[in-house]
């Protein structure tokens, strides 16, 4: 009986759906979504990162939709600290790194200045759907840059996770070589590099906010990472 039971529960978890719940996300910016800060016209979701037809391309995201601010980041914009193995030794790798990585496409909208500017290939339906009203009302709402310190007081990014855990095995889990994460988490080449999308699913994937990969209760996103 109780073996009936467990495979009926197994049974009704397979048949969930996927768990991707992007639409009514803090990242669905269309004009019918539930989220506060969001477009007045063009009703998609997809939109405002990604188009079928004509995206950027060379970019780290499929199909890119976005203009990249130019200029992109500089050593000075990048956390550092004494304790750092990989910033220290390798400022210019790490830079290089973190430039052809996920944030720059994060800040397209999160630098608290991009956010209106054009998508590559607006939705037919609807010609360019930023009208202005994107900003819901909301000041600083994403200001990832507010006082213009780059990425200079957050975690960092841009590492060779396998370098930095081989240099400190105590302190930090064994990188899945196999299958480029640790502990699930994503690392991005063929090397292993952290990235944003390391921590955050921006289509927010099974649902732990914000926009984690991972529940971070009692800190088990950041232990996942480091043994502490
Ligand atoms: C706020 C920006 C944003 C929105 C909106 C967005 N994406 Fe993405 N998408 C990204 C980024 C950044 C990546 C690359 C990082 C990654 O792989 O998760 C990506 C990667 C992908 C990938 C390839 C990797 C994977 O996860 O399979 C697919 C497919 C994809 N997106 C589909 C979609 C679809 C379909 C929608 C709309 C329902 C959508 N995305 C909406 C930003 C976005
Ligand atoms: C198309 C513009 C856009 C892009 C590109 C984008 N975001 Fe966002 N993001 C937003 C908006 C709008 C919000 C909601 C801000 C608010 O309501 O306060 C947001 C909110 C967030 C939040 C906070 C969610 C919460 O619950 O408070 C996180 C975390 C986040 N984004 C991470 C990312 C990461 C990581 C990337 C790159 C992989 C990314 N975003 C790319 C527009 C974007
Ligand atoms: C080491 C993991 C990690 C990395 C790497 C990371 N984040 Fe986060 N991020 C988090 C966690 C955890 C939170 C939630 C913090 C909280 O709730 O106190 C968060 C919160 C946020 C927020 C919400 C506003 C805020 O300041 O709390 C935004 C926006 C965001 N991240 C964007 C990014 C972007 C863009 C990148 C890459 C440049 C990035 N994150 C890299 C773990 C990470
Ligand atoms: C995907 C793996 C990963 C996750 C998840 C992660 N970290 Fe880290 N973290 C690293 C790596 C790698 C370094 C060290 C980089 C170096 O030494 O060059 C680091 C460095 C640090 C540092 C030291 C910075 C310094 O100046 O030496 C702190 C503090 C830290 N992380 C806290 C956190 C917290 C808090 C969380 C959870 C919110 C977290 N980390 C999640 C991989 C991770």
Redesign the pocket.
């Known amino acids: 009986m109780k073996k009936v039971m467990i495979l009926l529960v197994v049974g009704a978890m397979l048949a969930t759906p996927a768990f991707a719940v ?1 639409r009514n996300s803090k ?1 669905d910016l269309s004009s019918s979504s539930t989220a506060i800060v969001k477009a007045g016209l063009g009703d998609e ?2 939109v ?3 188009t079928p037809h004509g995206g950027a391309t060379g970019i780290l ?2 199909l890119w939709n976005r203009t990249i601010p130019g200029g992109g980041f500089a050593v000075g914009d990048l956390y550092n600290s004494a304790t750092l193995d990989q910033t220290n030794s390798n400022p210019t790798t790490v830079l290089n790194a973190v430039n052809n990585s ?1 944030a720059p ?1 994060c800040y397209s909208c999160h630098d608290g200045r991009s956010l209106e500017s054009g998508l590559t290939n607006p939705s037919n339906a609807d010609g360019q759907p930023l009208d202005g009203n994107l900003s819901g009302g909301v000041t600083g709402f994403m200001d990832l840059d507010a006082s213009n310190e780059g990425l200079t007081n957050d975690h960092p990014i841009g590492m060779d996770y396998g370098a930095v855990q081989v240099a400190d095995t105590a302190g930090f889990n064994a990188e899945d070589t196999a299958n480029v994460d640790v502990g699930g988490l994503p690392l991005y080449t063929s090397t292993g590099v952290m990235w944003c ?1 390391s921590c955050h ?3 927010d994937q099974g649902g732990f906010q914000p926009f984690l990969n991972m529940t971070n209760v009692g800190s088990a996103l950041c232990t996942t990472c480091h043994i502490k």
């Open positions: 992007i990242h979701t997809c405002f990162c990604h995201a499929p996920d496409l999308s699913d921006v289509h």
